[in-house]
C-alpha cells in the first residue's frame, strides 16, 4: 500500500471526531468470522523469498467455495515460473446484466520481515494496546481481507446486487520484478477482471497521536513510479596519475544537474479539487500562496511557499532523485565505470520517454542515460466521478459523521496503473485510518489499529453495497 503521502498530511487537515478506546472491536459475531479470515491472511507468509500468494488465495477461495460460490464463479491463476505467486478472482453476479460490473481489488504480497529485527514474530498477529501487529495487518492485507469478508456476507445473506461484484487478489505488488498478478492480468485475461470502475487501495484516513479522527482521502490518480540509470565511462587508470575525464566526477556533474532541476508544476483535477479544499485548513500564508498558485501556476513566489511542503511539492510536478550509487574498481584505480539510479515518480499526464529525454538533456553527452525494465504504464488519471464520490461522502456521513473527504493524488504507485491502462477507473477507498507512523507498512512491527479496522470494515461493507445497488 502506498500510504506515505496520507502519513505526511497529518496535520494538514482539520480535526474532527474522537476515535474511542477499541474494547469491544470483536463483540459481533460477524467480526468474529471476519476476524478468522484476516488472521488467516496475515498469518499466511506470502514474502517473495519464502511465501506463497498462491497458498493465501486457495484459503480464500475455500471461503467462498464454503460461503456458496460454485466453481464457475472462482479463478485462480499463476504462471509455470512463478507457482507462488499466483492470486484469484471471484464473482458475485448481478441481477441487472444491463450494468457494468464493479471490482474490488487488492495485493497478496507483503514486504519482507526478518524474525530478528521485529519486537514480535512478524507472521502472528498478536493484539496490544489496540492495535494488531503483524507483518501485512495494514498494507494489504486488511483491504484484502475485508474485500473477502465482504464477498462471503453477500453470498451467505442472499444479497442480489445490481450489477456483478468482482474480487481479484494479485501478487507482486511490492516488488519491482517480481511476476505481477494484476499486470498478467490486464494482458491476459481483461475479460475476466472487466469492470466500470474498480475499488481499491490508496485512500484512507488520517489519525492524530490523540487518537482523533482527521480528513477522509478518496485516491483519484497516482504518480507513475520509473527508475533510470546513469552511466559514465572511462578507460581508467592508474590512480598516481589522474586525468580531467574521470567516470565519477562526469557522473557527479550529472547527479548535481538533477538535483537542480524542478520539473513545471502541473494540476489535473483531483490535484486542484485537493488544493482548492485543504486551503481553508492551511495557517495565513500557506492558505494564500495555495490559491495564488492555483491562479497562477507561474507564480514562483507562491510556489516557493507550497513548495516548502515535501508533499506539496511532489503533488505539484514530477521528482527524480538519485537512489544508489556504485562506481570504480580498485581504490588506487581511476574509475572505469560509475553509475546511478534515479528514481522518478512521474505527475499524471506525462510520459517515460519526455522524462527520459529531460534527463538525458541534464546528464550532458559524457552521461548515458536508459530507462529500467520494467517501465510500467504511465498513470491515467479516472475523473472526479460524482457516481464514485457521491455514495463515498454518503457512507462516510453515517459512519464517520463530520469527517470531510477530499480527492487526493498519491505520490506513490499501486498496482491501479496495469488497470488504468485497460480502461478501468480505479479508486483508492477511504475508511481504514491510520496513525502518523503509516502504522509501520513496509517497516518494523507494522500494525494495524484495531477500532480502526472494524469501523473501515463496516464502512467499505456499506459503501460496496452503495455501489452495486
Not at 148 to 171: E, Q, S, W
Not at 215 to 236: H, I, M, R, S
Not at 334 to 354: H, K, M, S, Y
Not at 377 to 386: F, M, N
Request: proline share 6%; hydrophobic share 40%; charged share 20%.
Amino acid at each position: 500500500m502506498r500510504t506515505i503521502t496520507l502519513a505526511i498530511l497529518l496535520g494538514t487537515a482539520a480535526i474532527g471526531a474522537s476515535l474511542a478506546p477499541a474494547a469491544s472491536a470483536q463483540d459481533r459475531p460477524d467480526q468474529k468470522a471476519f476476524f478468522q479470515v484476516y488472521k488467516e491472511l496475515v498469518e499466511t507468509n506470502t514474502t517473495l523469498s519464502s511465501g506463497s500468494c498462491t497458498q493465501a488465495a486457495a484459503q480464500i477461495g475455500a471461503r467462498l467455495k464454503t460461503a456458496g460460490y460454485a466453481d464457475s464463479d472462482i479463478t485462480y491463476f499463476s504462471v509455470p515460473d512463478h507457482p507462488r505467486e499466483g492470486g484469484l478472482v471471484a464473482m458475485l453476479k448481478g441481477s441487472d446484466a444491463r450494468a457494468k460490473p464493479m471490482l474490488l481489488m487488492a495485493h497478496l504480497d507483503v514486504v519482507e520481515a526478518k524474525r530478528e529485527d521485529w519486537t514480535r514474530d512478524p507472521f502472528t498477529l498478536v493484539e496490544d494496546g489496540g492495535y494488531y501487529y503483524a507483518r501485512g495487518s495494514t498494507d494489504d492485507k486488511a483491504q484484502a481481507a475485508i474485500w473477502a469478508d465482504a464477498m462471503v456476507r453477500f453470498k451467505t445473506g442472499g444479497y442480489r446486487p445490481k450489477r456483478t461484484i468482482k474480487l481479484a487478489l494479485t501478487c507482486g505488488e511490492e516488488t519491482t520484478f517480481a511476476f505481477n498478478g494484476a499486470e498478467w492480468l490486464a494482458k491476459n485475461k481483461p475479460d475476466l477482471i472487466a469492470a466500470e470502475f474498480a475499488l481499491n487501495e490508496g485512500g484512507g484516513g488520517l489519525l492524530t497521536e490523540e487518537g482523533q479522527r482527521k480528513t477522509l482521502f478518496l485516491q483519484v490518480g497516482e504518480k507513475a513510479a520509473q527508475n533510470f540509470t546513469l552511466l559514465a565511462t572511462n578507460p581508467g587508470g592508474h590512480s598516481s596519475q589522474p586525468t580531467p575525464d574521470n567516470a565519477i566526477y562526469e557522473l557527479s556533474d550529472a547527479l548535481k544537474a538533477v538535483q537542480g532541476y524542478e520539473f513545471p508544476i502541473r494540476f489535473t483535477d483531483t490535484t486542484r479539487a485537493f488544493f482548492a479544499g485543504n486551503a481553508a485548513a492551511q495557517p495565513g500564508p500557506m492558505a494564500d500562496a495555495i490559491k495564488r498558485l492555483l491562479a497562477d501556476p507561474a507564480d514562483s513566489a507562491a510556489n516557493a511557499v507550497v513548495s516548502a511542503s515535501k508533499t506539496y511539492h511532489s503533488m505539484l510536478r514530477t521528482t527524480c532523485v538519485a537512489t544508489l550509487l556504485s562506481a570504480g574498481h580498485a581504490e588506487n584505480a581511476l574509475p572505469q565505470r560509475a553509475t546511478a539510479n534515479v528514481n522518478c515518480r512521474i505527475f499524471p499526464g506525462e510520459t517515460v520517454d519526455a522524462t527520459l529525454a529531460r534527463l538525458k538533456a541534464l546528464a550532458g553527452p559524457k552521461v548515458t542515460v536508459t530507462a529500467n525494465q520494467p517501465v510500467r504504464p504511465t498513470a491515467v488519471p479516472p475523473s472526479l466521478d460524482p457516481k464514485i464520490l457521491g455514495p463515498a461522502r454518503a457512507v462516510a456521513a453515517k459512519h464517520f459523521p463530520g469527517i470531510a473527504i477530499l480527492p487526493l493524488m498519491s505520490t506513490g504507485a499501486t498496482d491501479g496503473v496495469f488497470f488504468e491502462a485497460i480502461g478501468i477507473p480505479v479508486y483508492g477507498v477511504p475508511g481504514l485510518f491510520i496513525g502518523a507512523d503509516i502504522n509501520r507498512a513496509h517497516g518494523l512491527n507494522e500494525r494495524m489499529n484495531v477500532k480502526s479496522l472494524y469501523d473501515g470494515r463496516d464502512y467499505l461493507f456499506d459503501v460496496v453495497k452503495a455501489y452495486a445497488g
